[in-house]
């Protein structure tokens, strides 16, 4: 079965800095895009970073470009985001997902499956 | 960036009736649509992608329909497990956006 497990979050000081993991299974890992969602208390969905199946290719959301790095280490079937000089508005549970097809069979994909997510929250 | 704009905000539906959901895109996202379903504390699940597919292990009772800027997702008979957030979200192009929601609650 396919499946995506995050852990990292925690509390963390505004300014500093955390690294989150998400570890895959139940699929050909190398083969899949691979994403990062970020949802506020209360809030909607927020796309914040994603990863071509080889990681040549990255994309961010402008509101954290330069500040979250992501990576991924197909030997591991882990993709993990470095999150540097937080603020209280990154505070939110962030999801790890996984592209809804190889990127042999479509260029553009959905996100399915999701994990179960991990909560930042970023205070002093 | 293409804003996804949801409809209603919530929508308040007897069991066994139907809902239908609309989701506008502010440009041609052609049928790269998809639509997830989260329920409080859980993570969001794929219901539909390309517009119209339904993922795996959907009921039948959801369907997705639009192309281009204009898209809809129907659940034909609401279900006491349907009581949930919907969002739609466009994968044509970069920034993945997606839209606010539109919370299904039990009238």
């Known amino acids: 079965q396919e499946h995506l497990v995050e852990s990292g979050g925690g509390v963390v000081q505004p300014g500093r800095s955390l690294r989150l993991s998400c570890v895959a299974s139940g699929f050909t890992f190398n083969t899949y895009a691979l994403h990062w969602v970020r949802q506020a208390p209360g809030k909607g969905l927020e796309w914040v970073a994603s990863?071509?199946?080889?990681?040549?290719?990255?994309y961010y959301v402008d509101s954290v470009n330069g500040r979250f790095t992501v990576s991924r280490d197909n030997s591991k079937n882990m993709v993990s985001l470095q999150m540097d000089s937080l603020g209280t508005d990154d505070t939110a549970t962030y999801y790890c997902a996984r592209g809804g097809c190889r990127v042999d069979s479509c260029s553009r994909a959905w996100f399915d499956p999701w994990g179960q997510g991990t909560l930042v929250t970023v205070s002093s | 960036e293409i804003a996804m704009t949801q409809s209603p905000a919530t929508l308040s539906v007897s069991p066994g009736e139907r809902a239908t959901l609309s989701c506008r895109a502010s440009q041609s996202v052609s049928t790269n649509l998809a639509w997830y379903q989260q329920k409080p504390g859980q993570a969001p699940r794929i219901l539909i992608y390309?517009?119209?597919t339904r993922a795996a292990g959907i009921p039948a009772r959801f369907s997705g329909s639009g192309s281009e800027t204009d898209f809809t997702l129907t659940i034909s008979s609401l279900q006491s497990e349907d009581f949930a957030v919907y969002y739609c979200?466009?994968?044509?192009?970069?920034?993945?956006?997606f839209g606010q929601g539109t919370k299904v609650e039990i009238k």
């Open positions: 990863v071509s199946s080889d990681g040549s290719k990255k």
């Open positions: 979200q466009q994968y044509n192009n970069w920034p993945r956006t």
């Open positions: 390309a517009a119209s």
